[in-house]
């Protein structure tokens, strides 16, 4: 076990800080210099590590490769208007990559290793968090088997990581989306919920479709019947209709985003209503139709709020109106990043300083 959560400190003696330019950020193309690693063996967390940036070796057998134990995080520190730098809500994060390691058969992290670790992390490339208005550093926690053996059983060895990499301020162009009435990103019962590697590769093929189509991503509906909204690409989605707030509510196959949790608190505090509950894609569409339905977007950390400008549903487009400054995309938009870069108070208690 760990004794004492002193982390070992390998500085880089090669920092390639000059590489980058705030102006010109591809997202997760530069990462930071340092990377936590912390192996998983006989049964405990070793002492974690602080080394410079580089690759893993890895055996070819390596499980995760072969049957997919493999699960992640995305969440951001932001610069804030004093100088400092602090996380977004990170305990979330840290439950949440508990929650997909128990889906996928995995061992928990204990909270001081990952806040810890993380913390250290970010002071050691607090220069790399980015201070031009929009951007963060984003920060990717990971977990994998490493065991080098094929036999189908969850490994008995594990890697747990954090690499982070400045990203700039992202812009919400309205995207295009359609319905996906065909493929499935997640079933009741399977791992949608978790934050696991094959959800993704396996949303690519029905994405790329999409894209071929015209569309910038998908809104998924349910396995069985195609017709309950689940989420939009990997962001979760929400409605404004009659002024309320709508969303679908959790189950096993939806992600339980923190961007959504924190946008459905903020409007709940001021005082709209707020309604988590099965939303058909044919309600979206009628209330499009009847001009009850005002707002659709995505919530996620990447984007915060996508707004949808076109929703593709049985072979026709539909188009949303353009949001005012006043809409409810744009006002909580604006009041999380306030709230993120310290510009605004944090009644919520969001935000921890690094
Ligand atoms: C990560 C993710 C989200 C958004 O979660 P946040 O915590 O808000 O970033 C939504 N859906 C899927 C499928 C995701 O992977």
Redo the contacts with the bound molecule.
């Keep these: 076990m760990l004794d004492t959560l002193a982390i070992d400190i390998q500085p880089t003696t090669a920092s390639r800080l000059t590489q980058l330019d705030p102006a010109n950020m591809e997202f997760g193309k530069l990462f930071a210099d340092h990377m936590l690693s912390v192996e998983y063996t006989g049964g405990e967390w070793q002492q974690p590590r602080i080394v410079p940036y580089g690759p893993l070796s890895i055996s070819p057998a390596n499980s995760a490769i072969h049957y997919g134990q493999a699960i992640f995080e995305?969440?951001k520190a932001y610069r804030q208007a004093d100088g400092s730098v602090a996380l977004f809500r990170p305990s979330?994060?840290w439950q949440?990559l508990n929650a997909s390691a128990e889906r996928m058969a995995m061992p928990t992290i204990p909270e001081d290793v990952f806040l810890h670790g993380l913390r250290e992390l970010v002071k050691l490339d607090a220069a790399w968090v980015p201070n031009v208005a929009g951007s963060s550093l984003y920060i990717r926690p990971f977990m994998f088997a490493t065991d080098g053996a094929l036999g189908v059983r969850p490994s008995d060895t594990y890697h747990f990581g954090i690499i982070t990499c400045p990203v700039a301020a992202f812009f919400n162009k309205p995207v295009r989306v359609r319905f996906e009435q065909k493929y499935v990103?997640a079933a009741a019962g399977g791992a949608?919920y978790a934050?696991n590697a094959g959800?993704?590769g396996a949303a690519m093929l029905p994405s790329k479709l999409a894209q071929q189509d015209g569309y910038h991503q998908l809104i998924w509906t349910d396995a069985s019947e195609h017709q309950y909204v689940e989420?939009s690409?990997?962001?979760?989605v929400m409605f404004v209709i009659d002024g309320k707030v709508v969303t679908p509510a959790l189950s096993t196959s939806?992600?339980?985003?923190?961007?959504?949790?924190?946008v459905l608190e903020l409007a709940r505090g001021w005082g709209l209503t707020v309604e988590e509950r099965r939303v058909s894609s044919r309600e979206i569409i009628e209330a499009l139709q009847a001009g009850r339905l005002t707002e659709a977007f995505g919530?996620?950390?990447?984007a915060t709020i996508a707004p949808i400008a076109t929703m593709g549903y049985e072979g026709q487009d539909h188009d949303l109106p353009a949001l005012s400054d006043t809409s409810f995309a744009r006002r909580v938009g604006a009041a999380l990043d306030a709230i993120r870069t310290g510009q605004a108070a944090d009644p919520h208690g969001w935000m921890v300083a690094v």
Excluded at 233 to 236: F, Q, V
């Design positions: 995305g969440m979330a994060n949440r990103r949608g934050k959800n993704y989420e690409g990997a962001m979760n939806i992600l339980d985003g923190i961007t959504r949790r924190s919530v996620g950390t990447a």
